[in-house]
């Protein structure tokens, strides 16, 4: 499975946007803390990421928790195939989300809390 079939076509499109702004800025002091624009989650057990922006090939950028929540990148495509129960259940894009904080606070609170709260 592609890993845009994974996402809503906007925010596949915002993600991109997100990653050619922040690209010029990397390292820099103007580096953005972007909100999240997506939240995926596994429906049968651990794993959670909210991302905030990732490049045409599915190379993004978010917090990730498997139990330790860390920022870092990781590869949607890898996500993706991931196959659950027998291969019927799949990574899921949680489309309630609504992100009302930079992925910074979310962050700071996983940490405290032990895992993502959103």
């Not at 959670?48 to 139990?67: K, R």
């Not at 894009?93 to 959103?118: C, M, N, T, V, W």
Request: glycine fraction near 8%; include cysteine; charged fraction near 25%.
């Amino acid at each position: 499975m592609d890993w845009k079939n994974m996402l809503r076509v906007a925010d596949v499109l915002k993600l991109v946007e997100n990653w050619n702004e922040q690209q010029p800025l990397k390292g820099t002091s103007e580096e953005r803390d972007f909100v999240p624009v997506a939240k995926l989650f596994n429906p049968a057990g651990a794993g959670t990421w909210l991302i905030t922006e990732c490049n045409e090939d599915g190379l993004a950028f978010g917090l990730v928790d498997f139990g330790y929540p860390e920022l870092g990148y990781f590869d949607l495509n890898e996500i993706a195939e991931v196959r659950l129960m027998g291969g019927f259940v799949r990574i899921e894009q949680d489309l309630h989300f609504q992100a009302d904080k930079p992925l910074s606070k979310y962050a700071e609170e996983a940490r405290f809390h032990g895992s993502i709260k959103a």
